[in-house]
């Protein structure tokens, strides 16, 4: 049985809002995991509008894929992104070591190098009631990563503690639209 480390613990179980824990969580666990970037995409499984929310880099080298807007999705995801298509089927959380060498069948490497440029990743689905309603996505550059057991035990449980945040930080803030 793996424990949370204690950053994370910290930031998980207290009563603040979704957007002061997801703030905090960010960077706690870019730090648990030894990751350059971990962001979180929240959407609304109904309206298929969505926006990277939070980010954070290790450094300012790694891309900051923060929106300040909501957006559609785009129709042709589906079709060209194995790792969203997953997603949305609300499938386990895939764990990428090398976007370079991975079956195409679970990852389209030209797509992950041009819109995310990272080399591994975690794709890590916020689902309930059979929706898809984010995805936490640590991920490394320049080199592959072995996911370990214990990152594998961490992000299942940071994905369930996240969820009710995600899903109640989605309809708050598109109640005004």
């Known amino acids: 049985m793996v424990s949370v480390p ?6 998980l179980s207290s009563d603040r809002e979704p957007d ?4 905090a ?3 706690a666990l870019g ?5 350059d970037r971990c962001f979180l995409y929240l959407r609304h499984p ?3 509008i969505g926006k990277a929310a939070y980010c954070w880099r290790r450094s300012p080298e790694y891309p900051d894929v923060t929106d300040s807007d909501w957006k559609e999705e785009p129709k ?3 079709l060209e992104d194995p790792l969203w298509a997953a997603a949305i089927r609300t499938e386990p959380s895939i764990f990428v070591e090398d976007v370079e060498t991975a079956n195409p069948i679970v990852v389209n490497k ?4 041009k819109q995310f440029g990272h080399r591994a990743l975690v794709h890590a689905h916020l689902c309930c009631d059979g929706q898809l309603w984010g995805i936490l996505q640590p991920c490394v550059f320049g080199q592959p990563r072995a996911w370990t057991e214990e990152d594998r035990a961490i992000i299942a449980i940071v994905t369930e503690k996240i969820v ?13 639209m």
């Open 46 to 48: 109904q309206t298929h």
């Open 76 to 78: 042709s995801l589906m």
């Open 164 to 176: 009710p945040l995600a899903v109640s930080y989605v309809k708050a803030a598109l109640s005004d």
């Open 25 to 27: 969580l960010m960077p």
């Open 6 to 11: 204690i950053v994370l613990e910290k930031v």
């Open 31 to 35: 730090e648990v995991l030894q990751c």
């Open 20 to 23: 002061a824990v997801f703030s």
């Open 110 to 113: 030209y797509f992950e190098q």
